[in-house]
């Protein structure tokens, strides 16, 4: 059975036309492992074309979030609702990036045969892999400015390279959604700053990104909404009304 919106928003390229089914909304949602919890009650609504630092102290549940709205993990309780829909399965329109401290960088693969996994979930398991999907990995590639180290392997990048690679297969994946675990985590200043333009590039192409966060001096530099978490919810909305000292402490503490 075809999809109800064939090739319906890729959000790749300026003027993509946004609409209410271009949301996500997590409803009342709570996680657990085993006898611990996790996250309870998180809530919070956005949509394509912003950024969200996720925020909190360590073991707040930043990762733990991530990975629920992948649909990497099940809630206890409540729901992610994607383009109106409840996310029951893995959507290739939703891409997990995670920590570059958990990737084995050591695994024998090029830039461009890493990239080019981003097409899987649109292959399933019948369809060859084609001219369409060599063109969207091409795009890809030069989107992230990969062209030239696209026969590197991954072991050869430097930090940047590194993320910008990640990057690159969530665009081949032609994600909408990109959840990012510490982006910018082991980046040097030039790098972080080289990442927070590409954020900016991606949303105003109608991208939608979350992304843990751990430096509090440049989020307002780098993201457009914030939503803070200690195992439950803080604050969700706006940098320049919900960065607040008063939330920060709540999260924080002195």
Known sequence: MSSPHPKEHVCWGGGCEHSHHHRLEVRDLKVSYREVLALDGIHFATECGRSIALIGPNGAGKSTLLKSLANLLSADQGSVIWRGQPLTRSSHEIAYLPQRGDVDWQFPITVRGL????????????????????????????AMDLLDLQDRQISALSGGQQQRTFIARALAQEAHVLLLDEPFTGLDKPAQEN???????????????????????????????VLLIKKVQIAFGPVETQFTPENLNAAYGN
């Open 195 to 225: 990442l927070s333009r590409l954020f900016k590039e991606l949303t105003a192409e109608g991208r939608l990104l979350i992304a843990s966060h751990h430096d509090l001096q440049t989020v307002k530099g780098f993201y457009d909404d």
């Open 115 to 142: 990239v080019e996994m981003g097409r899987y979930p649109n292959l399933g398991w019948w369809r060859s892999y084609s001219r369409h999907d060599s063109e969207i990995v091409e795009r890809a590639l030069a």
